[in-house]
């Protein structure tokens, strides 16, 4: 099993552009959820799904889309990219909520 | 508000020591609690998790702590090894809150050969 695989790695974008990171988990978890973790700082919930076609906001939802279209994916989406939106951005799954698999990361800077 | 943090964001030990983690939360609704270890350029693992009704928790070489008098959590970490070099996070679920975890800030653990 792959576990949680995020793509792209690594990205850099200009503010204004859009684009959107995927998470594709094969453990067919029920429960998905995007984090992004800023220096020195835990992790912070952005948006997070409960099932196929289900999503919901986190602590930090501005400026994100999701969506959860098949099961195993769960797509993050930045329409207006912001300088204060650079940050590594974590993919997580989970068949309950305390133990979570996380992905890599990705990487992703916003000049 | 809620809030889940930490002690000292740093911790230095000898290997073969034991380590003490420790947490601080504020939120007394929590139905859980977890730490994670994150070591560098990977994602969070999940090591450990304690229920609120109870005060102990052991697993493999590790021991979880719950005071809820002083709303006070601890990782335990016997003979300290220089692959449990890592930050530590805890966290908190609310199973009412669609499992969701709230995180702290981390504590680096640096094991000293």
């Known amino acids: 099993n792959a576990g949680v695989t995020q793509t792209p790695k690594f990205r850099v974008l200009k503010t204004g552009q859009s684009m959107t990171l995927l998470c594709a988990q094969d453990m067919n978890h029920e429960y998905m959820y995007w984090y992004r973790q800023d220096p020195g700082m835990g992790l912070r919930l952005i948006h997070y799904s409960v099932g196929e076609g289900t999503t919901a906001k986190g602590e930090v939802p501005d400026g994100y889309n999701v969506s959860r279209l098949k099961k195993q994916n769960f797509l993050l989406g930045l329409e207006s990219a912001a300088p204060s939106q650079t940050s590594v951005y974590f993919c997580?799954?989970?068949?309950?909520?305390?133990?979570?698999?996380f992905g890599p990361g990705t990487r992703l800077t916003v000049l | 508000g809620e809030s889940v943090g930490l002690h000292l964001p740093t911790l230095s030990v000898q290997e073969g020591d034991n380590s003490i983690i420790n947490c601080a939360y504020s939120n007394s609704a929590s139905d859980y609690f977890i730490w994670y270890k994150q070591e560098s350029g990977k994602g969070p693992q999940f090591i450990i998790d304690i229920r609120s009704n109870m005060d102990k928790r052991q697993g493999q070489r590790v021991t979880v702590l719950l005071n809820k008098t002083v709303k006070h959590l601890s990782l335990q970490i016997a003979a300290t090894q220089p692959g449990d070099s890592a930050v530590y996070f805890c966290?908190?679920?609310?199973?009412?809150?669609?499992?969701?975890?709230?995180f702290g800030e981390g504590t680096q653990l640096t094991v000293n050969p």
């Open positions: 966290a908190e679920n609310k199973e009412t809150s669609g499992s969701r975890l709230t």
């Open positions: 997580a799954s989970s068949y309950w909520g305390n133990e979570q698999f």
